[in-house]
């Protein structure tokens, strides 16, 4: 089957660095793409790999493994207001998109 | 450049009825995409409108159906509404389609009673 595996939790303190892991399953691979979703708001595009290697904008990071079907989004300096859900996306050959079940990040002051 | 904008915000349906919900999307995407998100499965595809026709279509049942009319905006309909159907309904514009950086809107709550 296709699916894209991501943890449901991830607790950090304020200021410190958070990794967010996405393993997927999928028929074909266009490149992994990460969301953020704040609660009651709509997902948000934060990064896109198509290539292997990482990504950086700003405080957020991504990197991309195509060989082990792995990714990750990195979160650094992390301030209150990125308590949010983030989610993994991939678009596969069947022209379907599939998400992440999604991580939600809670900050600790 | 104003947003994707969705209509209405909150419904409330009971079971057997029929519902359409609206989609705006930025000017100049041609590219419409529709999700349900739900506690138990997240985010699942619906399906992609570009140049007025369904380009892509998730694992749906038939009784959810879209269109998009020639201004690039987007309609989608779920017929003999059930129970299961509450839920968030995002939709999304791109200008190239799934393979593009998705803009999402607010999303309409739908909860079927």
């Known amino acids: 089957g296709q699916s894209l595996e991501q943890p449901s939790e991830v607790t950090a303190v304020e200021g410190a660095i958070v990794q967010i892991n996405c393993t997927y399953q999928?028929?074909?691979?266009?490149?992994l793409s990460w969301y953020q979703q704040h609660d009651g708001g709509a997902p948000t595009f934060l990064s896109y790999?198509?290539?292997?290697g990482l990504e950086e904008t700003g405080r957020f990071s991504s990197f991309l493994s195509r060989s082990d079907s792995y990714g990750y989004l990195l979160l650094q300096e992390l301030q209150m207001k990125d308590s949010a859900s983030y989610f993994c996306?991939?678009?596969?050959?069947?022209?379907?998109?599939?998400f992440g079940k999604g991580t939600r990040l809670h900050i600790l002051p | 450049k104003a947003g994707v904008t969705q209509t209405p915000r909150y419904l409330i349906k009971t079971r057997g009825q029929q519902v359409t919900l609206s989609c705006s999307p930025i000017?100049?995407?041609?590219?419409v995409s529709w999700y349900q998100q739900t506690p138990g499965q997240g985010l699942q595809f619906l399906f992609e409108?570009?140049?007025?026709?369904?380009?892509n279509k998730g694992n749906f049942p038939g009784r959810f159906s879209g269109r998009q009319f020639s201004n690039s905006r987007s309609e989608m309909n779920v017929s003999t509404l059930e129970l299961g159907d509450s839920a968030l309904y995002l939709c999304?514009?791109?200008?190239?389609?799934?393979?593009?950086?998705?803009?999402f809107g607010p999303g309409t709550r739908l909860t079927v009673l």
């Open positions: 790999n198509g290539l292997d």
């Open positions: 000017s100049g995407h041609r590219s």
């Open positions: 999928t028929s074909g691979f266009y490149g």
């Open positions: 999304a514009s791109s200008i190239q389609g799934i393979v593009d950086t998705q803009y």
């Open positions: 996306a991939v678009p596969n050959r069947d022209d379907k998109i599939i």
């Open positions: 409108y570009f140049s007025e026709t369904q380009r």
